[in-house]
Every structure is written in C-alpha cells, then in structure tokens.
C-alpha cells in the first residue's frame, strides 16, 4: 500500500509498517518541543495561528506541570547569560 505521506525510514510501528508522519504532524512536534524548551504557550498559540491557547496547548505532548518548569528552566538559563548587577535590589528611589 503507497501513501503520500513521508515515511521515517528505519522506524517502524509494532506490526512492522513503516512510521508516516501526516504534515499537522510536525506542527504538533514544533509546539511540544518550544514549549518544553521555554517559548510561553501564549507565543506558540500566535505563531500557530490558533485562536484560543486551549488549541495550542492540546496540541502538546506534556502536561502543565512541565510546561511551567520547562519555561522556569528556560527563564534560569537565560538570567544565568545577563550580567549579575541587572538582578541588584531596587534602591528606594526607584
């Protein structure tokens, strides 16, 4: 049987047909993978275009839990870049 879906090769479900990957597919591995690498979900659901964020987050293969510590994580790694004096305490004044 030929299908117009692209094939992996050399990954294969259970029975042993190839995998095939629909193109909404990749859509679904795009928001799963920016979210888990911190991309808030509001940003992910604007660039999918959807119109509620409980389409984008359906979307994604993981729960809320790790969407908050994947972005806290996120959030860790690129404090850790800026200079330390930008996290000083606030004088009064300000």
Same mark, same amino acid.
């Given at each position: 049987?030929?299908?117009?879906? !692209? #094939? #992996?090769? +050399?990954?294969? #479900?259970? !029975? ?12 679904? $591995? ?18 999918? +275009?959807?119109?509620? $964020?409980?389409? @984008? ?9 790790? @969407?908050?510590?994947?972005? %806290?994580?996120? $959030?860790? %790694?690129?404090?850790?870049?800026? !200079?330390?004096?930008?996290? %000083? @305490?606030? @004088?009064?004044?300000?």
């Amino acid at each position: 049987m030929t299908s117009s879906f !692209p #094939v #992996v090769h +050399g990954l294969c #479900v259970p !029975p042993g047909d190839p995998l095939r990957f629909q193109a909404h597919d990749f859509r679904r $591995i795009f928001v799963t993978d920016a979210i888990l690498n911190g991309l808030p979900p509001h940003i992910a659901q604007i660039i999918c +275009g959807h119109k509620t $964020i409980d389409t @984008t987050m359906s979307y994604k293969a993981v729960y809320p839990a790790e @969407t908050i510590e994947a972005h %806290r994580a996120f $959030i860790a %790694r690129r404090r850790a870049t800026r !200079p330390s004096e930008e996290y %000083r @305490t606030p @004088t009064d004044a300000e």
